[in-house]
């Protein structure tokens, strides 16, 4: 098993930026999972936000958050970011850091794990 920690989240208003961090542990090494982020909104399906390749380093993300949303890993700290900027009160929602077994970085449908989340909240 993985366990996925974010950490982050908090109460900012529109326009403002956030940070996500994402510490990976347990018996799963970060190098052989993509990663990714995904998020639920209140009474929203959870969905896909961002991800980041376990070999090329390619990443995707949701057309909502493209030119706004940055994601990115350091290897030596098993550790993946969320760098949030120019948040719209639309982004409020649960972030959990996922991992994917399959190498999958573009969907929700190929995240095998995630983390408990942290809540950014959005103010107008």
């Known amino acids: 098993q993985v366990q996925l920690v974010e950490s982050g989240g908090g109460l900012v208003q529109a326009g403002g930026s956030l940070r996500l961090s994402c510490a990976a542990s347990g018996r799963s090494s970060f190098s052989s999972y993509a990663m990714g982020w995904l998020r639920q909104a209140p009474g929203k399906e959870r969905e896909f936000v961002a991800g980041?390749?376990?070999?090329?380093?390619?990443?995707s993300y949701a057309d909502s958050v493209k030119g706004r949303f940055t994601i990115s890993g350091i290897r030596a700290t098993n550790t993946v970011y969320l760098q949030m900027n120019n948040l719209k009160p639309e982004d409020t929602a649960v972030y959990y850091c996922a991992a994917s077994a399959g190498g999958d970085y573009e969907s929700i449908q190929g995240m095998n794990y995630w983390g408990k989340g942290t809540l950014v909240t959005v103010s107008s």
């Open positions: 980041i390749s376990r070999r090329s380093y390619s990443t």
